[in-house]
């Protein structure tokens, strides 16, 4: 893994499918709850430092047929909303996406961009998922990536293992809530 070294002087945080539909699933390794903890430790440090809060939550799947059966009926009608330990500000920019990753047809590339946003820190839920999606979209779209690897979690402790082992390594740099923010108070 390559190590957390710097954050860039403008940099945001993308945090995925926080909602209640997502974190009320059974999730490994870590409990959705102690990632929704730290989640929202590093939207308090990124506000308090007057850096970009991204919120993204998924209203729909995106279409075609895949093998695995997908969750039927309709989902209840708080399934796509913030869990509110995010603390939800009005100036956080809420992307809704309706595929894995952040970034497909969402217009957050140009959202940051027009910000001057060179880097991104990614957690949520699921790893290899929605996080892993979106950190590949924004490595592709040219921005430097960190993973908060304790601030995201998944369904699967394998999968979960998978991204952080020989995905994430490829895509950036890692580190904890806690050196993040470390990171962050040293600007």
């Known amino acids: 893994m390559v190590p957390l070294t710097t954050l860039d002087p403008n940099t ?40 970009p809060v991204i919120l993204v939550h998924v209203l729909a799947q995106p279409p075609g047929r895949v093998e695995q059966s997908r969750v039927g009926g309709e989902p209840p009608a708080d399934w796509a909303q913030f869990v509110p330990a995010l603390d939800r500000q009005l100036e956080d920019h809420v992307v809704d996406k309706r595929a894995w990753g952040a970034f497909a047809h969402t217009g957050l590339e ?13 957690g949520g839920i699921a790893t290899a998922i929605g996080v892993e999606s979106t950190a590949r979209e924004a490595h592709s779209a040219g921005f430097n990536v960190t993973l908060a690897l304790d601030a995201m979690t998944d369904f699967k402790v394998e999968t979960h293992e998978n991204s952080v082992e020989h995905i994430f390594p490829r895509l950036g740099e890692t580190g904890t809530t806690e050196e993040i923010i470390a990171l962050l108070d040293l600007r």
Do not use: M, N
Not at 110 to 122: D, F, N, P, R, Y
């Open 12 to 51: 945001a945080l993308i945090l995925v499918d926080l909602q209640k539909g997502i974190v009320s699933r059974p999730t490994a390794p870590y409990l959705a709850a102690a990632v929704v903890e730290r989640a929202a430790l590093l939207a308090k440090a990124f506000r308090a430092h007057r850096l």
């Open 110 to 122: 140009e959202h940051l961009k027009a910000q001057g946003v060179t880097q991104v820190v990614i």
